[in-house]
């Protein structure tokens, strides 16, 4: 310690300008100088842009009339509602195709990563070709395939395709039963809610009776049954009150249901597709950074292979999985944007036409940018808190 | 005596016996790969089933029932549609890229100037396949002619307006032109670029990390989308009175700089592999920062992540699609504007375009994703960790 003192106090041989310090701060200076002299030459054109094309700044133009019409909105707007709501029911649209494309492409990816890594020679091929096919071309083209090569040449509402379940498929969506919720309902959800709270407190005290005694408990089934069974009984008691609301011909179109329009359909379905295809091969990835060891031990310890996979692969690559599949999810939220490119109103194309309609181009593109950033955010901390609950405890 | 003539010393060795019939040959690879078990069985038949149902249909609609040439949508609509094919007739309409083919590539771009791109097509070809073949040699002469005098030809030749070239506007050009002259750009920046706020963010100096961490974390949270309605609606606003520059231009900074925060974050994984020694070792030989930048940590730490660039690249090559929602037309938006040409409107018509894109599409990142495997192989000497 003390010759270090020494030597720092001793006048550097070099030159003054030789000194990393020195130029360490003259850099910065100048960056900052250039910096702040390009934000101000920047601001100034705004501001004279601005006042030439006579647009006013700032926020109030949220709270005018929007005068546009957003063929789907999860609550209630119309043209008559304000800028400030329109780029609401936008921000939904993105949350609602974001959480269901994350849902599904999850489960598809899992899937397929999991199938590329059979002993099934024929399963293991299938798996390749969808990731192959998915991974290398753009997800707008997907999109526009499912918008214009799939759903688009659908027969017309006359000749609907029955499905299952009283649903129909035609070239204005996909139309499935809505559930009409009688009175006394309430009592059904309540049920589930309690059934709910049972199952993991029964969850609970079968890992602490584990943990005490060794004994196993059958948490898997009780929890189904609860979970499952107290809703039935609620709706026993209640008198029955969930009817379906079953789309029907008429003359033109189907009336009744609920539709899903093909707008909504093809980015679900096409955002869930691609991102799978990564997902897969995160998956595998993280399902072969388990050394084999691993499997081996468990094996010799007598598990038999499904507890192997359940109890000692999956905890361990879940730790490998979890990062890259924050991005992924990331990346699926952030290309739900291309709805811009069908029309689906999401986010982007209710903010860009707003921008459009009132010339706010750079309100417009703060308010993007900031949502879009809170999004990432957010979702990269509840992945990040996931990946702290997952991560190895070590001493 | 009688002992020794009994001895017997074998010469040479047996013959190998065939592995016995359930280890090796064709039944043995079946009985293993594709009938393990009951499950794997159950497996096998439901992959089959799938292969069955939809391998016929495919290949029906996109070799046996397909139509190659015609003159216009009759070729390709039922005779209900007012075409020439029977009723229930459905294949791939490739009579319809077989016609728009020469848009698909280079766009509205004049008929009669169309030898321009091609002749940058076939510069472009000439210098990028020696540049990948690492036997060819003079890498360096190479590479400056792709990197630094391509780039000028190519703009001289497609833009025009000098050397007696009429000038075309870039409002005219489509197809694949657009998508490869914005990806080759973007590439071409986003590396140096790339590297540049990578060093940035790892900096000492504070302001100019969190400047580069600024950046990079604003860009990486945004859709690409954001970022090219910035460049298509604040850059004006951003510049002087009667200052513009050209839309494609905006799209290529805008597509660039996108590139440039996510190759950051990949080289910057690749900068905190090596270790420390290396910078030391660096230092202690007396090597300043560019030195030791250039000579030390880059060759080593690009090399680790090879397969992360090339997945940039990859990414940045199929984003140039997303320019058609600033209305420019990339090889998908020209597909997708051919769509409506009522000459050719028919049910087949946009799966076919669409196909033929994907096909394109695929056909690029496949070969870029295949040669950095193969550089990868080629690079890799035992020392990754």
Known sequence: MASQEVLREEPSRGSFINDPRVRGIFFQAVVVVVLVAGVWWIAHNVIDNLTRLRIASGFGFLKGRAGFDISESAIAYSSDSTYGRAILVGFLNTVIVAVVGIITATIIGFIVGIGRLSQNWLIRKICTVYVEVFRNIPPLLVIFFWYSGVLAVLPPPRESINLPFGSFLNQRGFYFPRAVWGDGSWLIFVALLVGIAMAWFVARKARQRQMATGQQFPVFWTSAAVIVGLPLLAYVLSGFPLSFDYPKQSTFNLT??????????????????YTAAFIAEIVRAGIRGVSKGQTEAAGALGLRPGSILRLVVVPQAMRIVIPPLTSQYLNLTKNSSLAIAIGYPDLTATAGTVLNQTGQAVEGVVIMMVIYLAISLLTSLVMNWFNAKMALVER | MQEHDMSW???????????????????????????????DTIMTIAGIALVVMILPQIINWAFINAVW?????????????????????????????????????????????????????????????????????????????????????????????????????????????????????????S????????????????????????????????????????????????????????????????????AAAYMAEVVRGGLQAIPKGQYEGADSLGLGYWQKMYLIVMPQALKLVIPGIVNTFIGMFKDTSLVIIISMFDLLGIVKQNFSDPNWATAQTARSGLIFAAFIFWLFCFGMSRYSMFTERRLDTGHKR
């Open chain 1, 256 to 273: 009744g249901g609920f539709q899903v329009r093909p707008e909504f359909l093809s980015l679900y379905l096409a955002l869930s597709c």
């Open chain 2, 9 to 39: 010393v074998r010469a040479e060795m047996a013959l190998a016996e065939p592995a016995p019939a359930g280890v090796a040959g064709f039944q043995a690879w079946v009985r293993k790969n594709l009938i393990a078990s009951t499950g």
């Open chain 2, 69 to 189: 040439t015609g003159p216009d949508r009759t070729a390709c609509a039922t005779v209900a549609q007012g075409g020439v094919q029977p009723e229930g007739w459905t294949g791939a309409c490739w009579a319809f890229v077989n016609a728009k083919f020469g848009q698909f590539m280079v766009g509205r771009y004049p008929i009669e100037e169309r030898w321009r791109p091609i002749l940058v097509a076939i510069l472009f070809v000439a210098l990028l396949v020696p540049m990948l073949i690492p036997k060819v040699p003079r890498k360096g002469l190479n590479a400056i002619l792709l990197f630094f005098a391509l780039p000028i030809v190519a703009f001289i030749l497609l833009v025009g307006g000098m050397f007696g070239l009429p000038h075309v506007e870039t409002s005219l050009w489509g197809g694949l032109l657009v998508t490869l002259s914005l990806s080759f750009v973007g590439i071409a920046v």
């Open chain 2, 191 to 258: 590396l140096p670029l790339g590297i540049v706020l990578a060093l940035g963010r790892r900096s000492k100096m504070p302001i100019i990390k969190t400047l580069c961490v600024i950046f990079i974390e604003t860009v990486r949270g945004i859709p690409l989308i954001t970022v090219l309605f910035f460049a298509s609606v604040m850059l004006p606003l951003f510049l002087p009175e009667g200052v513009s520059f050209d839309k494609f231009l905006r799209a290529l900074i805008g597509v660039s700089l996108f």
